[in-house]
């Protein structure tokens, strides 16, 4: 099998064989243990997303994982948590920059400009708290 076609239609939205999607999974796994980490870019195919997508498609379709597949998938999951760990912490890192950066715009701007500042302030604490909570939230489910 040729691991470029099989990749080209699955970029391509065609359904996989069961034989295909294992090749590609396989494939996927093997690229991502020998680098040791996700490709970052957005053109690049050995992303966290494809990964995600692919175990899903062997997951929904009810295939049964082959076990040589087993030990690979459990050494991916511990490059998987420490990326999404990762990506948490830098939610919760870029809320409370906000929630400071609106708290010091509050306190610098109170009464400067009139109301269009004022708005502009909450939503930005608004975001930072959503963005702040989101990384909580997503570091708790590590943790479980």
């Known amino acids: 099998m040729n691991i470029e076609l099989i990749k080209q239609d699955y970029i391509n939205n065609k359904k996989l064989s069961e034989k295909e999607l294992f090749f590609l999974f396989e494939n996927i796994l093997d690229t991502v243990l020998k680098q040791e980490k996700f490709d970052?870019?957005?053109e690049a195919f050995y992303t966290h997303r494809n990964y995600s997508h692919v175990r899903i498609m062997i997951l929904e379709?009810?295939?049964?994982i082959p076990v040589e597949l087993e030990s690979k998938i459990e050494k991916v999951f511990k490059i998987e948590s420490a990326l999404?760990?990762?990506?948490?912490?830098?939610?919760?890192?870029?809320?409370?920059?906000?929630?400071?950066?609106?708290?010091?715009?509050?306190v610098l701007f109170q009464n400067e400009f009139g109301k269009t500042?004022?708005?502009?302030i909450v939503i930005v604490f608004l975001f930072g708290l959503v963005l702040f909570l989101r990384g909580i939230t997503d570091l708790r489910k590590f943790q479980r």
């Open 40 to 42: 970052n870019a957005a």
């Open 61 to 64: 379709s009810g295939f049964e």
């Open 84 to 106: 999404l760990k990762k990506e948490s912490k830098a939610k919760m890192y870029l809320g409370i920059f906000l929630i400071i950066f609106s708290i010091g715009g509050y």
């Open 117 to 120: 500042p004022f708005f502009f």
